[in-house]
């Protein structure tokens, strides 16, 4: 992809950008964070059991703990002799013929193979009434029976989710190696743009590519670290850059990639090794790449719909399967007008799903409002030239 004479296939694109940014984190090693921080990370390694779960033979019921020959033949009554609780230890061995009240989580006494439950028994004095026979080992949870030391219970690669952190807590650990997580730098460029809350002067409009930028890295799993905007002067963009690039795996930017006089994105990283030119699509055809000593620079056009649709195509998949987030899938739709596409180029609309079908707004790839009223992408393929309305068409969720 030279200076804007080539053109490159979006499945190219996106498979370079996967790579720059999946080797890019992989320079990083992994962290270790303490299980109560240990949510939403990516478990580095296989996770195995320190200990057998549970750990000591326990009642899975409130009742009576028996050896099961005591209670083959029913009613019959036992003497009772304790009480065993949570959080008691096992006490003295169990004496055949008799019953010890336990509770759900007690050790069950040393002799003891079953439990019979409070609702199949009655209190009779210093006795116990049991009207029910239980076999051995019924409501009897046994060491080991859930997971045994050295076996995997949460496999390397999971996205760890409240039960895996109650799994891994429970298996006897308290601090866990995960992959680190992908720091994002979002730079977007431009002299027009202003923060939000301050008052636009003349010709200026609100940045609102790098909050758009930023949220959505978030939603994707990953740690944004810088947001920060540059003009249009080569000396702020590279000063703004060269911070970046020491807090960030990855560096996006956004404008300044285009044909105009004052595209300081690709006057700045086109003699540090970048790479500017078209990518077969539309909205988002302008785009660049650059890997400064290992660190990419992803570099998306400005208007607003081109930076998320490039967002969405380029960065989405692979930062959602870095943070072990599962692949968004498309589905198909019906589309209730029929709307023409350029041939050449794979087109993506912005749709929204009604109860007759998807429908589409207007190509203006400046136009954030009606990019907040959609909800998915609509995806037409490169020979596409017309679609008639009722047909079925691609949409990826938004
Ligand atoms: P550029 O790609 O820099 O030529 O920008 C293309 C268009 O997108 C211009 O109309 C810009 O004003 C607009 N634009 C660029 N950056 C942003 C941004 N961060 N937020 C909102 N609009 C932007
Ligand atoms: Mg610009």
Request: one cysteine or more; charged letters at 20%.
């Amino acid at each position: 992809m030279t200076q804007g004479h080539s053109t490159r296939s979006v499945a190219d694109h996106a498979a370079l950008v996967d790579r720059l940014i999946r080797t890019a984190l992989s320079r990083r090693g992994p962290d270790t964070v303490a299980v109560e921080d240990a949510h939403g990370r990516v478990a580095h390694t296989d996770l195995r059991a320190l200990i057998d779960v549970p750990s000591f033979r326990n009642s899975q019921m409130d009742g009576y703990a028996v050896d099961a020959a005591a209670v083959a033949e029913v009613p019959v009554e036992l003497d009772v002799t304790g009480v065993v609780a949570a959080g008691d230890d096992g006490g003295d061995a169990h004496v055949p013929g008799t019953a010890r009240k336990i509770m759900t989580g007690a050790p069950v006494p040393r002799g003891a193979d079953a439990v019979v439950p409070v609702e199949d028994t009655e209190a009779v004095g210093g006795r116990v009434r049991i009207g029910r026979s239980r076999r051995s080992g019924e409501y009897v949870r046994e060491q080991g029976s859930d997971v045994r030391v050295g076996d995997v219970v949460v496999p390397a690669g999971t996205r760890l989710e409240a039960r895996h952190v109650g799994a891994i807590v429970a298996v006897g650990h308290a601090s866990v190696a995960v992959r680190p997580r992908l720091r994002v730098a979002v730079v977007a460029t431009g002299a027009e743009l202003v923060a939000p809350g301050t008052e636009p002067g003349p010709g200026c409009l609100y940045d609102s590519n790098g909050p758009t930028l930023a949220a959505a890295a978030i939603a994707d799993g990953a740690e944004v670290t810088v947001r920060t905007r540059s003009t249009d002067s080569a000396e702020h963009f590279a000063a703004v850059l060269d911070d970046a690039l020491t807090r960030a795996d990855v560096v996006v930017t956004s404008g300044g990639v285009s044909m105009g006089d004052f595209e300081v994105v690709r006057d700045v990283l086109g003699p540090r090794g970048g790479t500017f030119g078209h990518v077969g699509m539309q909205p988002g055809g302008p785009q660049g790449w650059t890997d400064l000593d290992g660190t990419p620079v992803i570099s998306f056009p400005g208007n607003p719909v081109s930076t998320l649709v490039s967002y969405l195509i380029f960065a989405r998949p692979v930062l959602r399967d870095l943070a072990g987030l599962p692949a968004l899938r498309p589905d198909d739709a019906i589309l209730v007008d029929a709307v023409r596409s350029i041939p050449g180029k794979r087109q993506f609309l912005r749709g929204r799903r009604t109860p007759g079908g998807i429908t589409t707004s207007g190509p203006g790839s400046h136009l954030v409002a009606s990019l907040a009223a959609a909800d998915v992408l609509v995806d037409l393929p490169e020979d596409t030239t017309e679609v008639p309305a009722g047909a079925t068409v691609r949409v990826w969720p938004l």
